[in-house]
């Protein structure tokens, strides 16, 4: 999970991100509303929530925001309760009012839950193949048994399981990962995590593939029996058909 901080006070800003990494919510710092117009520029949409601190304001950029952001989720950051400025901060397009100091996980929990209800999930978990995938943070299961991945599997996971069925560009993937900021290459790194990812599902569901590259497109995550694999072999590019039962 990506989010915003919009903070222009460092201490808070610093203390607020160590909060969110604490609980692996990794966070783009920004400290003003023009570096804010920058990301907008590129795409909003690849980030789990936009979390708008101590400035000047605040509802008024709300406002703006919600005409850009589409669905991303729009969190105010309080230093005291204060109920008018919830009530105006929700009028204002606000999905949340959060008072300082707030528990991560919590933070963590509140944008999870919206998210799933962007997707149309009542439930936090859903069975994709022998894979139990889940929209509360936890790592996959097959049978009960953890398929346990590093961050940035995680979040790679997460992102494809958010768009099962759905091709997404390997920018988006990377973006939804490292953020707009980032401009360092990602073709070789997203790369080498999706074979990663496709060797851990398919060690833990006997040999289950869940992830196929489209050629020119991406990347889509969906059911065993509608993915191909797609590698090089000694004579050249070979499918990689799911295998069939002995029954079938």
Avoid at 72 to 95: C, E, M, R, W, Y
Avoid at 136 to 151: F, M, T, Y
Wanted: hydrophobic share 40%; glycine share 8%; charged share 25%.
């Amino acid at each position: 999970m990506r989010i915003i901080l919009l903070e222009p006070n460092t201490v808070i800003a610093e203390a607020v991100a160590a909060r969110c990494k604490s609980s692996q919510v990794d966070v783009d710092v920004l400290s003003s509303t023009e570096e804010l117009d920058v990301v907008q520029g590129k795409d909003l949409g690849h980030y789990s929530a936009i979390l708008i601190g101590s400035i000047d304001e605040p509802c008024a950029l709300i406002e703006n925001l919600r005409e850009g952001c589409g669905e991303t989720p729009i969190i105010l950051l309080s230093d005291v309760k204060n109920p008018q400025l919830a009530i105006q901060a929700f009028s204002a397009g606000a999905d949340d009012f959060v008072v300082k100091p707030f528990n991560a996980s919590e933070l963590k929990a509140r944008i999870l839950a919206r998210s799933r209800r962007l997707l149309g999930k009542a439930s936090t978990a859903f069975k994709l193949g022998k894979l139990t995938i889940f929209y509360d943070g936890r790592d996959p299961e097959v049978s009960g048994s953890r398929i346990k991945l590093s961050h940035r599997e995680h979040a790679i996971f997460s992102y494809l399981a958010q768009n099962v069925g759905r091709v997404v560009s390997k920018e988006s993937v990377y973006a939804a990962v490292y953020g707009s900021m980032d401009c360092e290459p990602f073709d070789k790194v997203i790369d080498v995590y999706i074979c990663k990812l496709r060797k851990k599902l398919a060690d833990a569901t006997g040999g289950q593939q869940f992830i196929e590259t489209v050629y020119c497109r991406g990347y889509k995550m969906d059911r065993p029996e509608n993915t191909v694999v797609q590698r090089l072999g000694g004579g050249g590019r070979k499918a990689l058909a799911p295998k069939k039962s002995a029954a079938a």
